[in-house]
């Protein structure tokens, strides 16, 4: 079973920063790729960001310039860098991965962004 847990979320001026990460409980990252997902109030889940296990990325058009995954394969943990945060960002950030054709999901942090 693979755990995922979020965290460096918070609330951070429009222009502001944030750093989120995923630390996993096993080595997953290393063979799998990685998700960003967010979730706005009465809006649908979202891709953000993806990190194939490869190392390539893909991003929305809206965080394209802005949002940079990453992952750190000797730390079992997974990144998201936020930068240029605007107010529409505002939304529970997710991560996620997979492997053997199952689905593992954070619980999610929360990310404010006040204008």
């Known amino acids: 079973q693979v755990q995922l847990v979020e965290s460096g979320g918070g609330l951070v001026q429009a222009g502001g920063s944030l750093r989120l990460s995923c630390a996993a409980s096993?080595?997953?990252?290393?063979?799998?790729?990685a998700y960003w997902y967010r979730q706005a109030p009465v809006k649908q889940r979202e891709l953000v960001a993806h990190i194939a296990f490869a190392g390539s990325t893909t991003y929305i058009d809206s965080v394209k310039g802005r949002f940079t995954i990453s992952r750190d394969n000797a730390k079992d943990t997974g990144h998201l860098q936020m930068d240029s945060l605007k107010p529409e960002d505002k939304a529970v950030y997710y991560c996620?991965?997979?492997?053997?054709?199952?689905?593992?999901w954070g619980q999610g942090t929360q990310v404010t962004v006040s204008s």
């Open positions: 096993t080595n997953i990252f290393s063979t799998n790729g």
């Open positions: 996620k991965t997979t492997a053997l054709y199952r689905e593992y």
